[in-house]
Nanobody, 123 residues
Framework: QVQLRESGGGLVQAGGSQRLSCVASGSIITINNMGWYRQAPGGQRDLVAVITRSGGTNYADSVKGRFTISRDNARNSVYLEMNNLRPDDTAVYYC?????????????????WGQGTQVTVSS
């Protein structure tokens, strides 16, 4: 079993910055893509940013130039640096990881989610 534990988040004023962290633990062989998604009240869960194991990144248009995703493969961790935050960034942010785990006689790719952390941006 694999767990993703997020930290960071909270209340911040518009224009401020915040950093989210997520660490994966458990029976991990390796981790492929890691990413952050968010879900605003009444909305769907949308991609914010994703990073490959080799460091390739992709961002939602709404956060380009303001958010930076990074990872530390040795620590099985992914980070999201958020700058120039806006009220419409308010959401629950979820960490995601595509993890290779070992099962009897084979390896399997499994999609894991963190429990989510609230980010609230006040105007």
């Amino acid at each position: 079993q694999v767990q993703l534990r997020e930290s960071g988040g909270g209340l911040v004023q518009a224009g401020g910055s915040q950093r989210l962290s997520c660490v994966a633990s458990g029976s991990i062989i390796t981790i492929n893509n890691m990413g952050w998604y968010r879900q605003a009240p009444g909305g769907q869960r949308d991609l914010v940013a994703v990073i490959t194991r080799s460091g390739g990144t992709n961002y939602a248009d709404s956060v380009k130039g303001r958010f930076t995703i990074s990872r530390d493969n040795a620590r099985n961790s992914v980070y999201l640096e958020m700058n120039n935050l806006r009220p419409d960034d308010t959401a629950v942010y979820y960490c995601n990881a595509i993890v290779i785990v070992k099962e009897v006689g084979t390896f399997r790719s499994v999609n894991y989610w963190g429990q989510g952390t609230q980010v609230t941006v006040s105007s």
